[in-house]
């Protein structure tokens, strides 16, 4: 088969667990003969080519053949609209599509490319499978977090509530001033229609209706997957036919362990090694753990903070404040994917502090492999794979006061970690690739 697999931003710029999924899908799939190459978007055309308007390469990641396209930011006057719906981008990928004969899209994330990616690939009559990765086809900040940082239960009347979420500035102008239930009426009787425009009432627009319009193309795919049942459950919440989404859990690919065990017991008088492995940037939570830690006294523990401090610079800027130059606190950076092995053996107990609906994080699932018990959020998907007393320990998510409890608990008796069944089967790689295989000719087949 000629597999095309879609998303948002890819290696070697962009490392988080959606690019090295698909990345690792793609040599799998590769390996049993099937041809596979990745159309991806670059967000960062801003700084990698100052003044151009757009871009098309081709190249190669790790043996696989990528055509990576993006759209400058000067063009982008409605970076709200562009979001979800981007005709320069559609059009890339459809000259793609008329030059490689695929059989099937898989699409692993649309932001910035847009939902045409999904009617383009119907268009040519080719097949089209989503992975729901994340809530972008609900949220326009994809994390179902508001600005503050509080959970949010969806797009609040409908999309109007978006507006200053998504973007504080765009709230004087539209919000404040008055218009926006007008502007909803106008945009619901198709008397504002949608445009490219950067005024802020045309910005604002492209929020309203923001999700029934994603929410509609979603339905148009052949098939759509959600690896945790939580994620099914909030899309079936805000509408989306139930029975419809196909539970498909992620697989872990044990090489990217690398032949590496759990820690072994370092004796009574050694410290704790707590760990963080993920994005530093806030809904990951780094700081409620760091704010945690930093109140239980005493040489008992070190903290191991695993992740680039370049990503978001302010915020890591912050986290080294909150970590007022603790010598328990190491900040060890960024690091390859053939290290990941490495970074887990060095760690007692790994901590998922995240304040927002986690899917299903490929840390946990990839700690899990190893046998390295967990302390988490008890929050969206995490609560799925993470069970309280067996395999690890929950708190409420941002609750710092209850994580250095459980901390100190766990420091009092450390030997309730040895007590954990952290051994537990994890689904693999080989069995995602089973599914996907057949999941592929069963939507072929239909066509």
């Known amino acids: 088969m000629n597999l095309l697999y ?15 999924y698909v990345r690792s899908l793609a040599l799998g799939l590769r390996e049993r003969g099937h041809d596979v190459r990745v159309f991806a978007v670059e967000p960062q055309v801003h700084l990698l080519t100052p003044g151009r308007t757009w871009i098309e390469t081709d190249e190669e990641v790790d043996g696989i053949p990528v055509r990576r396209v993006g759209v400058h930011d000067e063009v982008l006057g409605n970076r709200e609209l562009c979001d979800y719906r981007n005709p320069l981008a559609t059009a890339l990928l459809r000259r793609f599509l008329e030059q490689w004969p695929a059989d099937l899209a898989h699409v692993f994330h649309l932001r910035n490319l847009g939902a045409g990616a999904i009617d383009e690939a119907k268009r040519q009559r080719r097949g089209v ?41 765009l709230g004087p102008p539209v919000i404040r001033r008055g218009v926006g239930q007008p502007l909803r009426a106008l945009v619901a009787g198709g008397r504002a229609p949608l445009d490219f425009s950067g005024r802020p009432l045309r910005r604002a627009a492209a929020q309203i209706g923001r999700k029934e319009r994603l929410l509609q193309a979603l339905r148009r795919a052949d098939r759509v997957l959600s690896p945790s049942r939580f994620l099914r459950a909030r899309f079936e919440e805000h509408g989306f036919p139930a029975g419809v989404i196909r539970l498909c859990p992620y697989g872990v690919d044990p090489k990217r362990l690398g032949g590496r065990t759990r820690r ?66 190491a900040f060890r950076g960024e690091f390859q994917p053939t290290e990941l092995g490495s970074v887990l053996a060095g760690i007692d107990l790994l901590v998922v502090p995240s304040l927002w609906y986690e899917n299903t994080p490929f840390t946990v699932l990839e700690a899990r492999m190893m046998g390295l018990p967990l302390l988490a959020s008890d929050l969206g998907g995490i609560s799925e794979v993470v069970e309280e007393g067996r395999n690890g320990f929950l708190f409420p998510a941002g609750d710092a006061a209850a994580l250095e409890r459980r901390l100190r608990a766990i420091l009092a008796s450390p030997a309730c970690l040895a007590a954990l069944e952290c051994g537990a089967a994890v689904r693999t790689l080989d069995q995602n690739l089973d599914d996907f295989e057949a999941l592929y000719a069963e939507v072929l087949a239909r066509r």
């Open 6 to 20: 879609v998303l948002h931003q890819f290696l070697p710029r962009h490392v988080t667990g959606t690019e090295q």
């Open 264 to 329: 072994p017991p370092q004796g009574a008088c050694a410290p704790l090694v707590l760990g963080f492995v993920g994005s530093l940037t806030p809904h990951k939570g780094l700081h409620v753990l760091i704010e945690a830690v930093r109140r239980i006294a005493g040489g008992s523990w070190r903290l191991h903070v695993h992740g680039s401090l370049d990503v978001h610079p302010e915020y890591a800027r912050g986290l080294l404040q909150r970590a007022g130059g603790d010598e328990r606190i």
């Open 129 to 169: 499978v989503v992975n729901l990765m994340d809530f972008w086809f609900l949220c326009p900040r994809f994390t179902l977090l508001r600005h503050d940082g509080a959970l949010c239960d969806g797009p609040p009347e409908g999309g109007l509530g978006c507006v200053d979420c998504a973007d504080p500035g």
